[in-house]
């Protein structure tokens, strides 16, 4: 029996992990740097009980504030490490129901093949929010820089202030973002599949039609839209007696 693959490919494939994104470890990364921040603006905030307020220390509400920021954001960056792992898991299966489906988009509605769906489901693990990644560093390199200079006196608490207002902003932001990028990944992928699955139903109903011991049910159990299309497609005419 003669094999048509590749031997190297097929060890790479054995020794696991063959695609790698160096997006999961930039946001594993900025994960652990909302994690360390969050935990160095802790000593702004009054103890558990306390009710004295300190007016030398920033308002605690906008402490806090960031302090989600920093937890949603980390979140959303373990979502997008965990996005990326699984596009990558299944990126051949992927990409080979993506090409199909790309001649069927051209197919259905009379244009050329486009990459435009492929280039969307495989966005995140190529670095479509590295971007992103790269300002929120920014900002929390900026924000570490702040909580130094805010305890060491060279920043005043009204800038300081106006800094965490700023970080929960961007960080809030740039979630957004990151998270409509991932949820749009998601649907193309589902609405890819299920335009392969019904190009494979289509595919098996041509090649059972002909069938005689087939056609019968078919016909009788098609439903009122399937009906028309084997009436206008597949020249059917009436129900046949089934024999059983």
Known sequence: MSLDFSKGAFNAFAAGSPFESVTMSKATATNSQCGTLRTRLDKYLPAEGETIVNPTLPDATKVTNCQNALLNYGTGANTLNAHVQ????????????????????????????????????????????????????????????????????????????????????????????????ISNEVAMVQSMYDTHRQMAQSFKLAGLIDDPCVRPFLVRLAGPELSQVLVSNFGVGDIEQIDV
Request: aromatic fraction near 4%.
């Open 86 to 181: 699984t596009r990558l898991d299944s990126l051949l299966d992927d990409l080979q129901v993506a090409s199909a489906v790309k001649s069927v988009d051209s197919y259905l509605n009379d244009v050329p093949d486009s990459c435009a769906n492929i280039n969307t489901i495989m966005g995140t693990a190529a670095g479509a929010t590295d971007d992103l990644l790269a300002a929120s560093s920014d900002i929390l390199n900026e924000l570490d820089q702040g909580i130094t200079d805010f305890d060491s006196g060279t920043m005043g608490k009204a800038d300081f202030e106006d800094l965490l207002d700023r970080v929960t902003a961007e960080l809030g932001s740039n979630l957004t973002t990151m998270l409509g990028m």
